[in-house]
């Protein structure tokens, strides 16, 4: 089997938002790209539906990096929104963004994000996961359809579960949180840091030749 130069994690997400946060605390790490299904169970709550899709997310990437003879630490996460019973996931039109925001309009609901590292062992088939998930509550001020047709257009909600994103122009719907700022964007990075500190793997790497995606 390979390693990287330079690289401590296999990054399995296309998504911008957890690569920015990964690389914030200085991970040296590569994207993996890997197809994962995302379809909820009948009646899985939400924490249990993150984790789930978290560990298949960091699942799918091991198998890549695996046929591709690579080694590493690989790191999955998936992030999904709860109102009232009901989960919310990316509106794929104006029409479910508006279902979406009227739901949160005014109210509070929780932002899960599930976090699955999975860990080579000594022996080349094995491997050790762990899976962690975190909650935050977000509180929203009212919102009008007329602004949720403004947000439609800019182009934000579409690919954000809940339809919205705290860390862009949806911040100005957020009146308050409770909990880890980076679960809401996608990955909690104090869930991450802990895995690294168990894990042995280098945080806060400022050679700015090597810090980031490699
Ligand atoms: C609530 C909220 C969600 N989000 C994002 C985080 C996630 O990227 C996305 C939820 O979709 P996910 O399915 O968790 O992730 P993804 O499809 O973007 O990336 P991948 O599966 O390849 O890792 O919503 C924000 O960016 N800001 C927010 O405020």
Known sequence: MLTMNNVDVLLSSQSPRRAELLRQIGVRFCKINAECEEVLG?????????????????????????????????????????????????????????AMLRHLSGGVHQVYTGVSLIYPGLEEAEYQQVTRVAKTDVWMRPISDAQIEAYWKTGEPKDKAGGYGIQGFGSAFVEKI?????????????????????????????????????
């Open 42 to 98: 009948g009646d899985e709550s939400a924490p249990d539906y993150v984790q789930r899709l978290a560990s298949d997310k960091a699942q799918a990437g091991w198998q890549v990096a695996t046929a591709e003879g690579l080694r590493l630490p690989v790191l999955g996460s998936d992030t999904t929104v709860a109102c009232e019973g009901r989960i919310l996931e990316k509106p794929s039109s104006l029409d479910e963004a508006m």
């Open 178 to 214: 409770s909990g880890s700022f980076t679960n809401v964007v996608g990955l909690p990075l104090e869930i991450v840091v802990q895995l690294c500190e168990e894990y042995n793997i280098p945080i806060w790497q400022n050679d700015p030749n090597e810090i980031g995606e490699q």
